[in-house]
């Protein structure tokens, strides 16, 4: 199954995250908030690594 992450609050928008995304999945919507798009993450985890603010987490989803 394949991991899903998700953006919860805390974040700060220091963009770290959107960097490091391998497939840019990752988008900043109107300069205020962060999202992840489901379809795109590969669930590499590569953005939680970079998360100062501990604001990414692993969504458990059934599929
Ligand atoms: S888990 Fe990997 S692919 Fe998914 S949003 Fe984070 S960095 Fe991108
Ligand atoms: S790395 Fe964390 S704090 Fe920075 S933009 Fe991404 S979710 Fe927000």
């Not at 995250?17 to 590499?44: F, M, N, T, W």
């Amino acid at each position: 199954m394949k991991r899903i992450f998700t953006v919860k609050g805390g974040c700060v928008l220091c963009l770290n995250c959107v960097y490091q995304c391998p497939v840019r999945a990752i988008s900043i919507i109107e300069d205020v908030s962060v999202v992840i798009d489901a379809g795109k993450c590969l669930g590499c985890g590569s953005c939680v690594e970079v998360c100062q603010m501990e604001a990414i987490i692993e969504k458990k989803e059934k599929e």
